[in-house]
């Protein structure tokens, strides 16, 4: 490389010392020897100005972290834990401090909360940060469900944290159930992630919108995925409870059960704070206005949001349920199309 700069800088001089009256007539020979040499110093001094500009272009850097251009969650005040919700099971494996709910598993039990009403839709966050380290087995949930109502027969739209080993990154599992299909014979909607970030460092705030006409999940705002309702027999439409937990799942939690609860390092524990929870109970008029997860009335994503969620699937989902080739999709027609 040095000895082309010096071969060139001897060069361009010459061009400009010739004699008035060769000039004309030597121009183009010593174009033609010198432009090669010209045009590649040029290009290889736009190299970091190209490389600077595919980075700021690079999708993976555009998505780095995802932001959200609208917050829902901002629409909603806190709920106090007390006035919302009650103890499911574990009151012994659970405890509040400031509105701040810790659940934690051991070998004895985990435990889990319940909301005092029904909802038919609405908005349900909560900000939550989850145990570090080893919770292979271990599930962290925050759910709609109506199973105590139609035992065998229910409803349920999931966030779960599926725990994990040492050194790898937790999973966020979405899930749909509809009339049963989570009873006996499993008809589960999963989509997985893997987040932007560690969810054992900080909270953060996980969302279900739940509408008559589709289900957003939500991170920190940022949808990540849409459940639309295609038909009646594809989409929940019985009022639900809200709920979380955490519970031993050592069966399928983690690599389908090739890791399992290892007590050795309980207790595994769960906090939740935030809770935001509004919309329309089972009981309120016919007439209660819908939550959004947009600026719109009508409650759709924005083409912004969609641009963002597009972009969460495409760098962080690792399993989409319907571009699973083992699945039966008669049994999920909405993957049609």
Known sequence: MLSFHMHFLRTVPLLFTLSPCI???????????????????????LIPLFAILFFMASPSNAYWPPSPSYRPSSKFRP???YKGFRNLWGPQHQSIDQNALTLWLDRTSGSGFKSVRPFRSGYFGASIKLHPGYTAGVITAFYLSNNE????????????????????????????YIRGSGDGTIIGREMKFHLWFDPTQNFHHYAILWSPKEIIFLVDDIPIRRYPRKSAETFPLRPMWLYGSIWDASSWATEDGKYKADYRYQP????????????CSAYASRWCRLASASPYRSGGLTRRQYWTMRGVQKYHMVYNYCQDPKRDHRLTPECWG
């Open 268 to 279: 595994f524990v769960a906090r939740y704070t935030n809770f935001k929870v509004g919309g």
């Open 23 to 45: 000039y004309n007539s030597s121009i183009i020979l010593l174009s033609a020897y010198t432009l090669p040499y010209l045009l590649a110093f040029s290009f290889m001094a």
């Open 149 to 176: 109502a139609h035992p065998g027969f229910h409803d349920e739209v999931d966030i779960e944290f599926l725990g994990t080993t040492f050194g790898k990154p937790y999973t966020l599992q979405t899930n749909v």
């Open 79 to 81: 709920v106090n834990f």
